[in-house]
């Protein structure tokens, strides 16, 4: 008998095989079981007040090739002893046929406690349906349960039902959109099917689902849509069953590529097979997931408004034509669109910004108002500015997106969308579609902003959720996606009438939105020069900032195991890194080429050397002074520093356009920084920049950039005096001293005692630097302050290799690279502590 | 046989990577993990906030090969990991005392 099953199943695989396919299918495979059920049942000596009932999938004749085959027997009390030999007929052939045979055996009032007590045999009984046996046993089953467990609990039941979808899709996947779908309980799937036929017929009484289109709930064309994408499910779901050979739903990868290619579908330069089977998949997924949702919220409302003692709904206007009703947003003035066609987009706006949902009936006006996004309203202002409100304002954890690219209204107003819409990535790190992943994305970079992550706050928050939204438009046509992206993109500016500066930000985002986390895995963190070239390519703290989060939010809406406390950490690093040179006051003349230009300066500097007949060993020449003057700039020093007698200083003093530039080559010394800067302050002479190196022979080529701290003139500056000082105070450092104290007091006294100085801050550091320490300070400009300094590090026997001044406003920058006097970094915590107090106490005074 | 376990810095598995392939070693397993040894883990100050990282990512790779060929694999790996800096990471030797192919069962040598 078993035998016989088996028989009729293998012909059902040959029906398949040769085209039997989708619901026809599953009819036939019900047909086949039941035939089967009620041959064995008639068999059966005596079978009164009996009766075999198909429930859930099989009730519904919807019996999938490897599903369980649900079954309730049924009985009148007093039959109880008759049961054994109709058990021993029908469950033991098909528990022998290796079938999963999910069975029960109750009387009309026990199925009646179950039902009340377990919700899910409750949903089980609405689609029973007798396969063989007793009617009038059947048809008191189905009176009963309607007067028990439905009659006045039509809303429990679509609560429960609600409650108990939201809890599958939580456990199955949010986005029915995850890269292995499970098709039957994830969202979309089969399940939200049934649970819509569920719903339709206890509440509705609605036997079967093409009723739909009469209930004003779907139009026809919505209903056949829906009914085309359920076919299509269901012959996945068959293939699915037979490519395993056993019941499963969820599609993994290996599953895909194999049914992808059974279904016919071709790959090409572009996009593989896969992915096209996929990008239908998720349509059709995404069809019924919006279906369900509809189907749901309008059986909601009715039972809102339909409970007994329920007030009239409040609503509030928001603005013409959009009112908030019963906690959604709803556009109730539809001949309005036509004219404003920017309120379907302000409709979205009001709901972000009080964080609702749209009404279904508003979603639905919206989509069937999509031809009034023409040209101009894609570049209306009023539209850009309700979508910039919009993006900025959506909470992390908002649906509104999904309703935005759901609605159509996203692709209608960034066409640049659409070739990504459900556009499935087949490969193991992304677990959504590229369309649900640019959402994630946007959702992660808000849920960033909201944490106050790192304290970071942007300038522009448009730019980074712009670019969040579309950093990834770029793909689905082969490799180079970034670069494809970022011209996109700035269509989509020129349209949305972004500044061209906020343009270009989006355009480096968008293009470089892999640059960090790649440096971060890939290169030494350690490499100063690196890191100095990505802060030359990312050129603002703003753009660094936003790549960062960027990067953040990408990895994270990737997949779960994209991002990881690990990667995390690296790219802290590389960020902390870049944040503290992006701001050197150097970074645009650095040379991230650092080897090859060096190598290339110094033959150069030979050659010229050669020519004019001097010798020098230009192997005594450091890197960094190589890369701050040019060749002839250098032979010069060089010159220079051949006719310098022992002990003597060369001065050279020019005009620059806005400044003056002094030139001094002499041997060092200690204290020679502080005795120059003491120099200049007495013969008032303010330093705006100075950049200050020193030879591997000790040579010392100090340019200094000044101005004059009172209103005169270049020629009547007394050079003559400044280099007679310059002179003197080489040789004795106290009268020296003392003349400048002079100097700078009536400076001092002019100060309002007791101001505090602001923003004073020390910073020592011994990473950036693989040679150096490196000390910053940054404090309030003022007289004599860059002698103090120099002056302390002098008195400390610290000598200074390289200073770097900057001044922006009254804030100085004064960067210094310091060694030892053994030529190591500073590393003794005592004496680092002293610099460190000594330095703090002249910023601040 | 042994296992050689490598704890090199993340950017230069590749390196260290094409470096094996080219004496012949295909197969290895590679690990994300963190730690500190000599590279202590260190504090960052960026605008006020600190950050401590206390310990650095690291990549963790594992080697299975006969014994013959353990030095030159050792050398091949302390070689390409190498930037002469502290926290290039260390490599460990350890015995094997079997290997097993899942699918067909082979052991030893054959099997790796």
Redesign the interface.
Known sequence: MAAGLQTRRNALRLLWEKGLAGRSLLRENTRIVDSQLAHWFTGCPDTTGMALVALGGYGRQELFPFSDIDLLLLYEEGAEERLDSLIEAVLYPLWNAGLEVGHSVRTVQQCLEDGAEDFFFQVALVDARLIVGSQTLFNTLQNRCRKVLVDGKRFDFLNKMSTQRKERIDRFGVHGFLLEPNIKEGRGGLRDIQTLSWTAKVILGMQQLSFLENTGILTIAEYYTFDRAAEHLVRIRNRLHYTCGRKNDQLFFEHQEEIAKALGHQSDGAMLAVERFMQDLYESMQTIAITTDLFLEHLHEISAVSAPGNAPQEKTDIEAGIEIRAGRIHLHDSTLLQKKPHMMMRAFTHAAKKDRELHYRTKKLIAANLHLINDRARKSRRMAKAFFEFLTAIRPDSVLLESLLETGLLTAYIPEFVPIESLAQHDIYHVYTVDRHLIQTVNELQDLARSSHRHIAVSDPRILFLSGLLHDIGKGTGSGHSQRGARLAKNVTARLGMPRRAAEDVAFLIKNHLFLSHIAQRRDLEDETMIMACAQKIKSRDRLKMLYLLTIADAKATGPTVWSQWKSTLLDQLYLKISHVIERPDLDTFQPDFPQATTWMRDKVQGLLEDAGLSFETRLLPDDYLLSFGPGEIVDHIRIRLKLAPGALHLEHKRDSAHWSILLVSTDRPGLLARICGVLALNNLQVLAAQIFTWDDGTVVDSIDVCPMLTHGYAEQDWQALEEDLRRAQETMEVFEHRLQKRIEPYEKKRPHGEHRSGVEVKIDNRTSEKYTIIEIYSTDRIGLLYDMAKTFADLGIPIYRAKIGSKADQVVDVFYVLDQNGAKLTDQPLLERIHSALARIAAS | MKKIEAII???KL?EVKDALNEIGIKGMTIT???GYGRQKG?K????G?E?V?D???KIKLEIITETAKVNEVVECIRQAAN?N?IGDGKIFVHPVEQVIRVRTGEKGEEAI
């Open positions: 810095k993340p950017f590749d994300e993990v963190k260190h960052e100050i960026y605008r906030a950050y990282v310990f650095i990512p930037s800096k």
